[in-house]
């Protein structure tokens, strides 16, 4: 697991917003859903720590997306090392 993954670090992360990009395969316009990211378990298991963005309810149901997008340890490696006024943004395909 990435040592930056850990407790004070991912606290940095809690609560800053995100742009979710998602875009359809049927060659559909991009959209863009406003989301916050949620530390659900820091600790984690051989999977690494638990963190999810959480997807602006409303614009997550009129495009059919699941409320919450689990984050893989490269995407939260990314964000840890993004400045702290950066637009945090993830792509869902």
């Not at 917003?17 to 359809?24: L, Y």
Request: net charge negative; aromatic share 2%; proline share 8%.
């Amino acid at each position: 697991m990435n040592r930056n993954l850990n407790a004070p670090n991912l606290s940095m992360l809690g609560g800053r917003p995100v742009s979710v990009r998602v875009s359809r395969a049927s060659g559909g316009l991009e959209a863009v859903v406003p989301g916050v990211i949620e530390i659900r378990d820091v600790t984690g298991d051989q999977d690494g720590p638990a963190v999810v963005v959480v997807l602006d309810r409303e614009a997550a149901e009129a495009r059919k997306l699941p409320h919450t997008l689990a984050l893989d340890t490269a995407t939260i490696a990314r964000f840890l090392h993004a400045p702290p006024d950066a637009t945090l943004e993830v792509a869902l395909r």
